[in-house]
């Protein structure tokens, strides 16, 4: 699975942004999907994940309300929306697949396929 994610950018305190992972070269519909962040001198964490049939959604508690991840099997791309955008939510961005029946705890370890971060910059 290739994954490929866009969406980044600058944006003032109380913005949103929407980001977009596009996946290829496997059957998206099967993997779990997952979104982390990572900011610089700190380790990657867990953003939100969201089940390979789209029914189920788990989020980090500093974005449940602000955030929200969907899933579109048709295009093979799943999406965050981020609203209410916080400068502690400056961070690169990574979307991420799981085979794992274990993605929901949020663990890095738990995905097989990572793609290429999205750099979003919040300012103050």
């Known amino acids: 699975v290739q994954l490929q994610a866009s969406g980044g950018g600058l944006v003032q305190a109380g913005g949103s942004l929407r980001l977009s992972c596009a996946a290829s070269?496997?059957?998206?519909?099967?993997?779990?999907m997952g979104w982390f962040r990572q900011a610089p001198g700190k380790e990657r964490e867990f953003v939100a994940a969201?089940?390979?049939?789209?029914?189920?959604?788990y989020y980090e508690d500093s974005v449940k309300g602000r955030f929200t991840i969907a899933s579109d099997n048709a295009d093979n791309t799943v999406y965050l929306q981020m609203n209410d955008l916080k400068p502690e939510d400056t961070a690169v961005y990574y979307c991420a697949a799981s085979l794992s029946i274990t993605y929901w705890r949020g663990s890095p370890g738990a995905f097989d396929y990572w793609g290429r971060g999205t750099q979003v910059t919040v300012s103050s």
């Open positions: 070269g496997h059957t998206f519909s099967s993997y779990n």
């Open positions: 969201i089940s390979w049939s789209g029914h189920w959604t």
